[in-house]
Nanobody
Framework: QVQLVESGGGLVQAGGSLRLSCAASGPTFSSYAVAWFRQAPGKEREFVAV????????YYADSVKGRNTISRDNAKNTVYLQMNSLKPEDTAVYYC?????????????????WGQGTQVTVSS
């Protein structure tokens, strides 16, 4: 069993930065791939980024590529999402999620565990 808790969201001006954290509990967390998804009001949940359990493989949505960096520290059971050059369209609730592998990593339905989400608001 894995439990996930996100933090680090907030209100930031366009062009600013935020770092989200996803803290996990559970003995097997280090063996899971972890992703970030986001959901804006009235929109479907969308994939943002994913990192393999080793941290070697990372994938990003085109909308955030070059602006976001996902990383993990398995010793701390934490995954991070560094978000730079934020835009108003990045405003959403951001969720972290975990699954045992990277198959169909951008499909939210395949993830076993989810956090409660953290709000990110980017003002223009």
């Amino acid at each position: 069993q894995v439990q996930l808790v996100e933090s680090g969201g907030g209100l930031v001006q366009a062009g600013g930065s935020l770092r989200l954290s996803c803290a996990a509990s559970g003995p097997t967390f280090s063996s899971y791939a972890v992703a970030w998804f986001r959901q804006a009001p009235g929109k479907e949940r969308e994939f943002v980024a994913v990192i393999s359990w080793t941290g070697i493989n990372t994938y990003y949505a085109d909308s955030v590529k070059g602006r976001n960096t996902i990383s993990r520290d398995n010793a701390k059971n934490t995954v991070y999402l560094q978000m730079n050059s934020l835009k108003p369209e990045d405003t959403a609730v951001y969720y972290c999620a975990a699954k045992p592998n990277l198959l169909y990593y951008n499909d939210y339905e395949g993830y076993n565990y989810w956090g409660q989400g953290t709000q990110v608001t980017v003002s223009s």
